[in-house]
C-alpha cells in the first residue's frame, strides 16, 4: 500500500509540475505577445460623421498584435421608410444603437490599429418614430373612418463583415474608410397598424400580423471616421 500510495504521489507531483511548466510558459509567449503592441496608439476614439440621421461614436482598443476590438453607441433622429416608387421617405425618430465588432490587422509594415483590416460586426438598434408615422387623417373618434394606430416601434439587429483600412495623420490622428455586407433582421410593431407597416417598412416580409411585422434583407455600409489615438 505504501509503494501504491507513494507511486501516486509521484505520478501527481510530475502531473502538476508539468501542468504548471506549461502555464508558465504559456503566460511568458503571451507577455512577450502584449510588448509587441504598441502602446502609444493601442486606444482610439472615433466620431463617424457621414452617417446621415445618426450621431455615432466608437472605441477601439488593441488586445493582442493584430486583434483590436471595437465598441460604437449611435443616437439615431431620421430614419427611412419606404416612398413612392425607388424613393424613400425621412421621418424623425428617436433611438439608440449599438455596435460590436472584432478587427484582424494583416499588416506587415504597420502595427495595429493601422493599416488593413477585416472582421465581424454585431450592431442592434430600438427606435422610436414619431407620432402618426403613417400620416393617417386626423379625425374625431365618433367619426366612422377614424381608425387608432398606435407608435411604431422598431428593434433591428445586423450582421456583417467589414473591409477597411485606418490611416495614422501625424503622431495621433486617424482616418478610416471600411465597408461591410451582411444582414438585417427587423422587428417592428405599432397597435393596430400591421399593415401600415408592411406597405411602408424597407426589406421583405417574413410574417405579419395585425400589429407587428418581421423583415430580413441586406445590409450594405460604408463607413468614414476620424479619431485620436493614444
Not at 503592441?37 to 488586445?63: M, N
Not at 478610416?176 to 401600415?196: W, Y
Not at 407587428?212 to 493614444?230: H, M
Request: proline share 5%; aromatic share 14%.
Amino acid at each position: 500500500m505504501r509503494a501504491v500510495a507513494a507511486l501516486l504521489s509521484t505520478f501527481c507531483f510530475l502531473f502538476c509540475s508539468a501542468v504548471y511548466a506549461q502555464v508558465t510558459e504559456e503566460e511568458r509567449e503571451d507577455r512577450a505577445e502584449m510588448l509587441n503592441i504598441d502602446r502609444d496608439h493601442d486606444k482610439t476614439i472615433k466620431l463617424h460623421p457621414l452617417h446621415y440621421g445618426e450621431v455615432f461614436v466608437s472605441y477601439e482598443k488593441v488586445r493582442a498584435p493584430n486583434i483590436s476590438n471595437e465598441f460604437g453607441l449611435s443616437y439615431f433622429y431620421k430614419l427611412h421608410l419606404k416612398g413612392d416608387g425607388w424613393t424613400t421617405n425621412a421621418k424623425d425618430v428617436m433611438g439608440i444603437g449599438i455596435r460590436m465588432s472584432q478587427r484582424y490587422y494583416t499588416s506587415k509594415r504597420k502595427s495595429p490599429p493601422f493599416g488593413f483590416f477585416h472582421g465581424p460586426m454585431f450592431s442592434y438598434r430600438f427606435i422610436v418614430f414619431e407620432r402618426n408615422v403613417f400620416d393617417l387623417p386626423d379625425l374625431p373618434p365618433s367619426d366612422p373612418d377614424f381608425r387608432y394606430v398606435g407608435r411604431l416601434y422598431q428593434n433591428a439587429v445586423d450582421l456583417s463583415y467589414h473591409l477597411g483600412y485606418q490611416f495614422q495623420l501625424g503622431r495621433h490622428f486617424t482616418t478610416e474608410l471600411s465597408g461591410g455586407l451582411g444582414g438585417r433582421i427587423k422587428i417592428a410593431n405599432a397597435t393596430n397598424g400591421g399593415d401600415l407597416i408592411e406597405q411602408n417598412i424597407i426589406g421583405h416580409v417574413v410574417r405579419s400580423d395585425e400589429g407587428a411585422v418581421i423583415t430580413v434583407g441586406p445590409s450594405p455600409q460604408l463607413n468614414f471616421s476620424i479619431g485620436y489615438s493614444f
